[in-house]
């Protein structure tokens, strides 16, 4: 299979897994610029989603969730990876 066989695959079986905001998160966030690090970035180099989990939720220090484009799992290791840039996240920032 192509890549868009491979990621339309990948994020089928996302959203079949998914349910409430989570489901959300991933409808509403996961955009050209998530597709465009798995097809330039993540592919060429892995060849595969194996391990790859998209709009991964994980509990902040706050007590509240939080959700990371890709968390990248498997025994021992633990890897975020978030692929926006800054505006996304401007006004949820602060310089301090």
């Not at 990621?7 to 079986?13: D, G, I, S, V, W």
């Not at 998209?54 to 633990?78: M, T």
């Amino acid at each position: 299979m192509g890549f868009e066989e491979e990621y339309q695959a990948f994020l089928n079986a996302h959203l079949q897994a998914r349910t409430g905001e989570r489901l959300r998160r991933l409808q509403e966030g996961h955009n050209q610029a998530e597709r465009l690090f798995l097809k330039q970035v993540w592919c060429p180099l892995f060849y595969q989603f194996r391990y790859l989990h998209l709009e991964y939720e994980v509990d902040d220090f706050k007590d509240g969730k939080r959700y990371l484009d890709f968390a990248y799992i498997r025994p021992a290791i633990r890897i975020c990876l978030e692929v926006d840039g800054y505006g996304p996240h401007l006004k949820n920032i602060s310089r301090w």
